[in-house]
């Protein structure tokens, strides 16, 4: 492409995930869970939070689904996981007070950005466990695809 091509583009390229592949990624979730006899919600959503799939075992509580949508749509849209951006904010009382005002935002663990050669192509959300069952999940199910929950480097 050339320097004049690329100056007078109108439109960007983005990457994230597929459908087909965040249907495979909730439904190993699940799996995970029913093995464990746990209760879950999981959530993949895009970069920018829109979702993409949702998946949840029969008897999971109510606000599980809701709060798996928000872990996904937080760590999709500040490629960090849900825990390690509550302990970055949560020295800055005035950072914490704005992040607090926001529909979406959720610091519960268990939410984490789904990496593909460095870049978040997406946001995997587990609820309805314990904080660290929830991790457990989420963790096992991106690096059964071949995908990375963390930056490399």
Request: proline share 5%.
């Amino acid at each position: 492409m050339t320097q004049e091509k690329m100056v007078t583009m109108k439109s960007i390229d983005r990457r994230e995930i597929n459908s087909n592949l965040a249907l495979q990624m909730v439904g190993y979730a699940i799996q995970l869970a029913e093995e464990k006899g746990l209760e879950i919600s999981a959530v993949v959503c895009d970069p920018r939070g829109h979702l993409v799939a949702l998946a949840r075992t029969d008897n999971v509580m109510p606000p599980a689904i809701e709060y798996s949508i928000d872990k996904a749509w937080t760590s999709a849209n500040f490629s960090i996981n849900t825990q390690a951006l509550y302990e970055r904010i949560s020295v800055k009382p005035p950072v914490a007070l704005g992040f607090a005002n926001r529909d979406r935002v959720l610091f519960f663990p268990g939410g984490f950005p789904i990496f593909e050669d460095n870049t978040c192509i997406g946001g995997l959300g587990i609820s309805g466990a314990k904080d660290q069952d929830d991790i457990d999940i989420a963790q096992a199910t991106i690096k059964k695809f071949g995908l990375a929950f963390e930056k490399d480097g």
